[in-house]
């Protein structure tokens, strides 16, 4: 079964510095990874995806996302956080291509301190 | 255009009302998903919509009723809810083309069941 683990709850950063959010992951077979940002009362937010190429995958708002498979890990990374990046950020995998349902992580809640 | 639109934004019922909720796009994605997320948890999957045939029921309660009346709308219908089933009822839509696919969600309705 595939599973996610966002090992921290919260994540306090300075306004300016470069910020992580990690994540790593569990499936048998290929995984495809996803971020996604939720803003307080509002629907999740499309970040970026990973299904195969680059490790590196850029996405919207200056964020982005290393794939490891050896550690099997995909932490979002933006080289210097904005006040606005504060939000709950979700990982999640599917395994497989297709559409197998999504397993999300817990969510890992960011705060950028000005 | 990545929207999905959900109405109405916040719902207040009674354990004997009936009410429905409802989720639109206008992308021409063939699945639609609707999820429940509970305060500072993650999303999870209640129902998923392929080509307007139910093909994932995660053991809903049967006072949650879906349907899909076309490829671009998904209703929930609602029918003596419990307090516990307050919650953010968040609408999900994805092209459903093979590959891997991207979910993208709607604001959400904010349900309280009194």
């Known amino acids: 079964a595939q599973s996610v683990a966002q090992p921290e709850d919260q994540v306090n950063v300075a306004e300016g510095n470069p910020l992580t959010v990690k994540c790593t992951y569990s499936v048998s077979g290929n995984p495809y990874l996803f971020w996604y940002v939720q803003y307080p009362n509002r629907g999740l937010q499309f970040l970026l995806k990973?299904?195969?190429?680059?490790?590196l995958v850029k996405g919207s708002y200056g964020f982005e996302a290393e794939f490891n498979k050896s550690q099997t890990s995909f932490h979002l990374k933006k080289p210097s956080a904005l006040v606005s990046d504060s939000a709950l950020y979700f990982c999640?995998?599917?395994?497989?291509?297709?559409?197998?349902?999504?397993?999300f992580g817990k969510g890992t809640r960011l705060s950028v301190i000005a | 255009d990545t929207e999905v639109t959900q109405t109405p934004k916040h719902l207040v019922m009674g354990m004997t009302n009936k009410k429905s909720l409802k989720c639109e796009q206008h992308m021409g994605h063939r699945a639609m998903y609707w999820y429940k997320q509970k305060a500072k948890k993650p999303p999870e999957l209640m129902f998923v919509?392929?080509?307007?045939?139910?093909?994932i029921n995660e053991s809903v309660p049967s006072r949650f009723s879906p349907e899909c009346p076309n490829s671009s709308l998904l209703n929930l219908h609602l029918h003596a809810l419990q307090p516990e089933d307050s919650a953010l009822y968040l609408c999900?839509?994805?092209?459903?083309?093979?590959?891997?696919?991207?979910?993208?969600f709607g604001p959400g309705t904010r349900l309280t069941v009194l």
């Open positions: 919509y392929s080509y307007e045939k139910l093909s």
């Open positions: 999640a995998v599917r395994e497989g291509s297709g559409n197998t349902p999504l397993v």
């Open positions: 999900a839509s994805s092209p459903w083309e093979g590959g891997v696919d991207t979910q993208y």
């Open positions: 990973y299904i195969t190429g680059d490790n």
